[in-house]
């Protein structure tokens, strides 16, 4: 299992929200770049990053903290989701380097676009699937659709098998250190023929087995590593137990 420290990007800062509520934000740093630094010293190979103010606005606003997070990576993987809901913004970031893009809203509102994109820009793009009650939230989350979550994979996976993986959040479990709901991801990753990626809630080292076990094939993990809840380099050992 894939173990993807998490970096949060609002107005430069790295910072986590609770449930998604912009008013629920605590700043743990603001050099993104050192925090990137930090985790990939520790061993992180894969790093997953937002862009908070992209996700409201739908365009990139942290791009020089993008820029840093990108530079402190060297040739380990980066991926980036919030505001990526054009092709220009696909080029844009891919040319700064980032590894892996996450479209959310944007393939909720055209899948049959999203599946374009990934055909055309292979091994680059991941399906962002942040649900409540198991319904799709778009526009950084300030909305939620009548679509299901299972629905929405079923919809991309008819057009295309070229989507790299689906991070999947349980908005409800985001940032409450209450671990995550594995029921409604043990539901995705049946509707799934992509890899599942689970985000939201991830607490204790427990969690993380119970993933293993789950065959879950990443974990996003940010507000336990921040307040020293999981040692990185605990986690990143668990990756070589038998599953």
């Not at 055209?110 to 793009?125: I, N, Q, S, T, V």
């Not at 790299?164 to 509707?191: C, H, R």
Request: proline residues 3%; aromatic residues 6%; hydrophobic residues 40%.
């Amino acid at each position: 299992m894939e173990i993807w420290p998490a970096i949060d990007l609002l107005g430069g800062n790295c910072v986590r929200l609770q449930q998604g509520d912009y008013n629920r934000n605590t700043v743990f740093s603001v050099s993104p770049g050192e925090v990137a630094n930090r985790w990939f010293a520790e061993g992180a190979q894969f790093l997953h990053c937002v862009d908070l103010d992209g996700a409201k606005t739908g365009d990139i606003v942290n791009e020089q903290a993008i820029a840093n997070i990108v530079e402190a990576a060297g040739n380990r993987t980066v991926q980036l989701g919030g505001g990526v809901r054009n092709e220009a913004t696909i080029e844009r970031l891919l040319k700064l380097g980032v590894s892996r893009l996450v479209v959310g809203t944007a393939a909720w509102k055209d899948p049959a676009w999203f599946a374009k994109m990934c055909e055309k820009y292979p091994g680059h793009l991941v399906l962002g699937l942040d649900a409540l009650n198991g319904m799709v939230a778009t526009e950084g989350w300030l909305e939620k659709s009548k679509t299901s979550a299972s629905e929405l994979v079923n919809r991309v996976a008819q057009h295309t098998s070229a989507c790299e993986a689906v991070v999947y959040t349980d908005i409800a479990k985001d940032g409450m250190m209450a671990g995550p709901n594995f029921q409604s991801l043990a539901e995705i990753q049946v509707a799934s023929p992509f890899p599942v990626i689970c985000s939201g809630g991830i607490t204790t080292m427990q969690d993380l087995r119970d993933l293993i076990q789950q065959r879950t094939a990443g974990a996003i993990i940010g507000r336990s590593l921040y307040e020293g809840q999981i040692q990185l380099e605990e986690a990143l050992r668990l990756d070589h137990l038998p599953h």
